[in-house]
């Protein structure tokens, strides 16, 4: 043990499951919520949903954070008959 069971309860559950108030899974709003629900497309294993649902929810306490807070993607443009012809890439 670090000596922080006192300080730090970690929730082993989908967010969508957790429960606040007395008696639930946390009695009160997270100051830090850890996540890590990031794929190589970044948004596609439900991010966005997720983190609402977790804010509509209040699961995070008004100044609270989410670790990570931000991310970067980036992209480019690319035209090829071979990729069309083989990724079936929609007009």
């Known amino acids: 043990s670090n ?3 006192d300080k730090v309860s970690v929730v082993g ?3 969508t499951q957790v429960k606040v108030g007395f008696g639930a899974d946390v009695p009160f709003p997270a100051d830090v919520i850890v996540t890590e629900i990031f794929d ?3 948004l596609g294993e439900g991010i966005l ?3 609402a649902d977790a804010v ?3 699961l995070l ?3 609270g ?3 990570p807070a931000g991310a970067e993607m980036t992209g480019t443009l690319v035209q090829s008959a071979w990729l069309r ?3 079936m890439v929609p007009d």
Do not use: Y
Request: glycine share 8%.
């Open 85 to 87: 012809r083989h990724e």
């Open 40 to 42: 190589s497309w970044l």
């Open 61 to 63: 306490a008004e100044a």
């Open 13 to 15: 559950k989908h967010s």
């Open 3 to 5: 000596g922080l069971s």
């Open 49 to 51: 949903p997720t983190m």
């Open 56 to 58: 509509g929810r209040q």
């Open 65 to 67: 954070r989410v670790v």
